[in-house]
């Protein structure tokens, strides 16, 4: 919280640039700023709620330095040189290859994965459902058994990730399984109205395709399979076409090269069982401008869920919002879904909430409009052996700048080493 007082002094507008601190309420102040290079906070002694229960064990530190760099191979050599001492990782690729140096391996820096209990941002490969080619249930299917997560993963990722199969991956919410008897009492007054699989199968979640090839054929099978059930014959030129002849064109839009390399393979995959994929390169002003327009076949969208979801579904998932939310960049309208919808946002207990998200994530996932992407379930850490934590980390929380300390004596050490 902000002084009014002293925002109004100032004579400037709240969003306008200043160097000169606003008053705050915080347990830190602002100490130094050099701007583009480093911003310093102290810890304010005279907090007003040091003494406050729900404080004792926080803001440990007398001092935060936050380091700016424009490159990310120049922050990470600052961090091995010691420039500054707690670094959270999040790139695969330098987790994997990067942590082999002389600071490393002597002990002098830690590097450990802490459990991230947080629910997943829900990164997905999300399909256009205006268009008349994903009207059909199995067409959907088709696409997503081809995009190979296990080979993405363990070529691409280390094996370091997990795939967000579940709307609400990584909690209590997601579904499993066949439906409870909670589930049930839901979903069967609504039977007429849902997919058949969700009351007879398991919640739907692709097969897990082989990791040591990106082409999976039992995978492959089976979306062939079902592209012809739905009336997509091969032709002689090896094409995929309807009744009609059109061709079952599938373009993948996107704006970051970093994600040319786990596009390209999937547009492969689907080449390979006659479907003409491609993948559409644009600047993030066209790419944002074309998903407003609904003007794509599949974009990666995010579907951020919380662990006590309310009237914000109908934005997401809702019919009220397919032509008119940005959430709801599929252009999903279903009466089913629509119904659980309010099932969720009417609940007010736990005992109700519980099954009512468990049985929208079920029916959510089995319209397979998105294919899903990954998640990392840990928290990717490097610091130099002075930090240190509760031994019982909460779920939900790293809280680094919350209530990690500093051990004296493990900094005494590495000052006579020469490290600080």
């Known amino acids: 919280m902000f002084s009014r007082a002293s925002h109004e002094a100032s004579g400037l507008a709240f969003e306008d640039s200043r160097l000169t601190p606003l008053i705050g309420s915080g347990p830190y102040i602002l100490g130094r700023v050099e701007p583009g290079q480093r911003v310093i906070y102290q810890r304010n002694r005279d907090y007003w709620g040091n003494e406050l229960p729900i404080n004792r064990g926080r803001n440990n530190f007398d001092r935060i330095r936050i380091e700016y760099y424009g490159d990310a191979i120049a922050a990470f050599e600052g961090f091995k040189a010691g420039n500054y001492l707690f670094r959270q990782e999040s790139s695969s690729q330098t987790w994997a290859t990067g942590y082999d140096f002389p600071r490393l391996n002597e002990g002098i820096i ?11 941002s829900g990164q997905s490969f999300a399909m256009n459902l ?4 994903f009207s059909d249930p199995r067409v959907r299917e088709a696409i997503a058994l081809m995009f190979n997560f296990e080979w993405t993963n363990q070529t691409l990722f280390y094996g370091l990730y997990a795939q967000n199969i579940s709307f609400w991956e990584n909690t209590y919410l997601a579904a499993q399984d066949l439906p409870s008897v909670a589930e049930l009492a839901i979903l069967e007054p609504l039977r007429d109205q849902l997919p058949v699989r969700v009351l007879t199968e398991d919640a739907f979640a ?3 395709s082989d990791p040591d090839r990106s082409l999976d054929r039992r995978a492959a099978r089976r979306a062939s399979a079902l592209l012809e059930d739905a009336g997509w014959q091969v032709g002689n030129d090896g094409m995929r076409r309807n009744a009609s002849g059109a061709t079952l064109d599938v373009e993948f839009l996107n704006a970051s090269p970093l994600f040319d390399r786990i596009i390209n393979p999937y547009v492969e995959n689907l080449q ?4 003409n ?18 003007d794509f076949d599949i974009v990666t969208d995010h579907f951020p869920m919380g662990f006590e979801p309310g009237s914000g579904l109908r934005q997401y998932f809702g019919s009220i919002g397919a032509d008119e939310s940005l959430f709801n ?19 007010e207990t736990q005992e109700d909430l519980t099954p009512a998200v468990q049985a929208l994530d079920r029916v959510l996932r089995a319209h397979v409009f998105r294919v899903p992407q990954w998640y990392n379930p840990n928290h990717w850490v490097a610091y130099y052996d002075m930090y240190r934590y509760p031994e019982n980390l909460p779920p939900y929380s790293l809280g680094f700048l919350d209530f990690w300390w500093i051990d004296p004596e493990a900094q005494a050490a590495l000052e006579e080493q020469g490290v600080l």
């Open 272 to 275: 390979a069982i006659g479907v």
């Open 329 to 347: 960049v599929m252009g999903l309208a279903d009466a089913g879904v629509d119904a659980l919808v309010e099932k969720v946002v009417d609940a």
């Open 130 to 133: 205006r268009r008349e080619k």
């Open 206 to 208: 692709a097969p897990a």
């Open 110 to 120: 830690l590097r450990e994965e802490l459990p991230d209990g947080s629910i997943t």
């Open 277 to 294: 994929a491609m993948l559409t390169r644009v600047d993030p002003a066209q790419l944002q401008q074309r998903q407003r327009d609904a």
